[in-house]
């Protein structure tokens, strides 16, 4: 009788946990309604004006963040850390790029000289129940940054491997079931890389190549189904 009732006691707390994640997702959606919806809009008629918007890949992806996003967008809160020297900042932004999603989880710095501003960005899509981790870039000329940003944090943790379990840490708090990090050779960007100074382009497409396998493996994700290396939440 005992066990019956502590099973039974697991299945209707699983149950309030379960409506719980569905009511903050409910209220997430609603802050982002408006101002999502804005966004998409004038960046698909900036994109359209530049020759920059492409179909169907743009509309299908716009959608799926409109339909899939809002939960996560209304529920990702930014944070601060601070150093001695300064601050890092990890936010939300919206920035239009092409063949890119538009959602990006970004790093900011407020250390002087050439270690301030941006340093690096997780782009992310969404699929239903699903967060989807596209691109992780570190900006050029701000290596050293990184590392004071991944000392700061103090967990002995690659920089993009600790941005990716925060995202992912959000969508499990938020009801997402499953997540999706995209392979490397599947990106536009890997296919038409921009070359700089003597570099070529199978340098730099294994270059690309390891750096993602190396985030991948220390994120957790093994399987691989189609473009997208997966694990559940």
Known sequence: MEIIARIKQNRQQKQRRKAQRQHWREINAKRYDVSLDDFFLRTKSKLQKEHRWHEPEDSILFEKIQRYGKPFLGGFKPFEISTPKGKFIVRLAFECHEHESPVTIKVESTLPGRNRGEIGTV??????????????QGHMGRLRALKRFEGAVGIGMPWPNYLIKKVLATARRLGYTKAQFRDPTTLYWYKHPMLWGDQTVEGLQKQ???????VRQGTGFKKRRGDYWVQKL
Do not use: D, G, M
């Open 208 to 214: 690309i190549s390891n750096f993602y396998a190396k």
């Open 123 to 136: 782009r992310l899509s969404f699929e239903e129940n699903a967060i989807c981790i596209e691109t992780v």
